[in-house]
């Protein structure tokens, strides 16, 4: 017989069942509709319960201030690669090359004048307020950049200058940037002004200093192309004189990454500098760099180029001018280096150290800039430029072909 007082027994179910079920619960309401809507607007489901605060989780990423950003999300590729980009296109575009904020900006600048205006921007020439160190300043636009398709070729200048500026005879680059609108670029200035200039002012020159600045130039190239460069636009403008007179490479506007033997399409440079090969649209190599020294050599010694002109088929080109009186060792490596095979030019240091135009000529000495031009030049014009009536004579760049090839 049952005992009627007592009372049904409830189904009571164990703790660790009931511990189940509120994990569950817990789990599941993290992934609400709220959740899921968070999910695909581009945060993974762990940021959607991480421990960062209300506002920064309601806020998309690419509306999340960039001051919340470590350097990571800038530099590193998969996180870069996410649909809501960090930065504009219009900066990341020049990333990494331009920084968006560095340690120096065009605030810590005061433009003194004005150097020279080119396709994509002007030269400025500026001091640094709190060192009074004088710079170069070049800025760019990024709309004529980007809608010129030079964004790589940009890129590549900065890249080559700021890794080659340390040699002796190339232009350093010690600070680049990037606002919204513009690239800035600060280079050495350098108070000699271009080698133009010289060339108009002292034309013809002598050959003891001729033969100091192919020097000094050589090396340059020499190093450029075994660095894997090809540099493309060597021409008077484009090599600068220092306080001492010395020649110093600028402007790697065109400068490519090109291994030694290798050969590229592009054509592109000065039409008067250019070699014979560029103008036929035929592929070069760095071969095309030691044809323009000749015709800045050929400028020096004659102040004309090489006649008849690049280009023109009745005769082959790398003529010398006629009327001037050149030693035989001058003619010889003014032949050599123009040249219009490729395949026998002059193209080399070793080479050039051994002819007879640079015979007991001490390139250790040049190297070490112990050879100063400025001084040769005035004990041979004692009275000072002898040409500063002359005009100079116009010329034109041309640029063709793709820019990132």
């Keep these: 017989m049952g005992n009627s007082n007592k009372k049904p027994r409830k189904d009571i179910l164990p703790k660790t069942t009931k511990k189940l079920i509120r994990n569950e619960h817990s789990y599941l309401s993290q992934f609400s509709l709220s959740s899921f809507a968070h999910n695909?607007?581009?945060?993974?489901?762990?940021?959607?319960?991480?421990?960062?605060?209300?506002?920064?989780?309601?806020?998309?990423?690419?509306?999340?201030?960039?001051?919340?950003?470590h350097d990571s999300t800038l530099n590193d590729p998969l996180v870069g690669a996410k649909t809501a980009w960090p930065v504009p296109y219009t900066e990341a575009l020049f990333l990494p090359e331009f920084k968006i904020k560095g340690d120096t900006t065009e605030k810590d600048f005061e433009v003194i004048e004005t150097i020279s205006k080119g396709a994509f921007g002007t030269v400025y020439k500026v001091i640094r307020k709190d060192t009074n160190e004088e710079y170069a300043l070049k800025v760019l636009s990024k709309a004529q950049i980007i809608a010129d398709n030079a964004v790589n070729q940009v890129k590549d200048e900065v890249q080559i200058q700021s890794m080659c500026g340390h040699h002796p005879f190339i232009v350093t680059c010690p600070f680049f940037w990037q606002n919204k609108k513009q690239l800035?670029?600060?280079?050495?200035?350098m108070s000699g002004g271009e080698m133009l200039d010289l060339c108009h002012n002292y034309s013809p020159l002598p050959e003891d200093l001729v033969r100091i600045y192919i020097a000094e130039i050589a090396l340059a190239l020499d190093f450029l192309h075994n660095a894997g460069v090809i540099y493309r636009d060597l021409k008077l403008e484009n090599i600068l004189l220092d306080s001492d007179g010395h020649a110093q490479l600028?402007?790697?506007?065109?400068?490519?990454?090109?291994?030694?033997?290798?050969?590229?399409?592009?054509?592109?440079?000065?039409?008067?500098?250019?070699?014979?090969?560029?103008?036929?649209?035929?592929?070069?190599?760095?071969?095309?760099?030691?044809?323009?020294?000749?015709?800045?050599?050929?400028?020096?010694?004659?102040?004309?180029?090489?006649?008849?002109?690049?280009?023109?088929?009745?005769?082959?080109?790398?003529?010398?001018?006629?009327g001037y009186s050149l030693s035989p060792a001058a003619t010889n490596l003014l032949t050599r280096l123009l040249d219009k095979d490729p395949r026998?030019?002059?193209?080399?240091?070793?080479?050039?150290?051994?002819?007879?135009?640079?015979?007991?000529?001490?390139?250790?000495?040049?190297?070490?800039?112990?050879?100063?031009?400025?001084?040769?030049?005035?004990?041979?014009?004692?009275?000072?430029?002898?040409n500063v009536s002359t005009e100079k004579e116009a010329f034109q760049d041309f640029d063709g072909g793709p820019t990132n090839s």
């Design 40 to 69: 695909l607007s581009g945060r993974s489901a762990l940021s959607a319960v991480s421990h960062q605060t209300t506002y920064s989780v309601s806020r998309p990423w690419s509306r999340v201030s960039r001051r919340r950003w």
């Design 184 to 189: 800035f670029i600060v280079s050495e200035y």
């Design 250 to 322: 600028i402007d790697f506007g065109l400068a490519k990454w090109l291994k030694y033997g290798a050969r590229t399409s592009t054509i592109c440079g000065t039409f008067q500098y250019m070699a014979p090969e560029v103008v036929s649209m035929k592929q070069y190599g760095h071969a095309v760099d030691w044809w323009s020294l000749g015709v800045v050599m050929c400028c020096l010694l004659t102040g004309e180029f090489p006649t008849p002109g690049v280009g023109e088929s009745d005769a082959a080109p790398g003529t010398l001018p006629e």
């Design 344 to 386: 026998t030019r002059l193209r080399s240091l070793l080479t050039l150290q051994g002819v007879a135009f640079f015979m007991d000529f001490n390139f250790s000495k040049a190297r070490a800039k112990q050879l100063c031009p400025k001084e040769m030049l005035a004990s041979y014009f004692p009275q000072g430029p002898p």
